[in-house]
Nanobody
Framework: EVRLTESGGGLVQPGGSLRLSCAAS????????LGWFRQAPGQEPQGVAA??????????YISNSVKGRFTVSKDLMRNTWYLDAKDVKPEDAGTYYC????????????????????WGQGTQVTVSS
């Protein structure tokens, strides 16, 4: 069964840190693009970061709004991707989704919802003191 499961959301204070995890059950591990999206209330999901599995296997996209504060990584032994956030700001709040596209390389630039057919259920991040 193809499935993505996010965890790690919750309440974080401004300036704090958190780690979001995405446990992945996919059909392939050769070429996968894994993306992270944030959806604020009343808005469409916006791309935050993307990392590829296969090819150069590196980070292909980090949104300018989180660059220098968020990092994305993967643990292939655990089939888990991570989004680490530091110096969290109120505008980072929202529902975070991980999404995947199998048998594909990540886009060379900004990611979009339409790039990813597989989505997790989301995890909520609240930023408040």
């Amino acid at each position: 069964e193809v499935r993505l499961t996010e965890s790690g959301g919750g309440l974080v204070q401004p300036g704090g840190s958190l780690r979001l995890s995405c446990a992945a059950s996919l059909r392939t591990r050769k070429h996968v693009c894994l993306g992270w999206f944030r959806q604020a209330p009343g808005q469409e999901p916006q791309g935050v970061a993307a990392i590829s599995l296969g090819g150069d296997g590196g980070v292909t996209y980090i949104s300018n709004s989180v660059k220098g504060r968020f990092t994305v990584s993967k643990d292939l032994m655990r089939n888990t991707w991570y989004l680490d956030a530091k110096d969290v700001k109120p505008e980072d709040a929202g529902t975070y989704y991980c999404a995947a596209e199998e048998d594909s390389y990540c886009p060379e630039d900004e990611i979009a919802q339409s790039d990813f057919p597989i989505w997790g259920q989301g995890t909520q991040v609240t930023v408040s003191s």
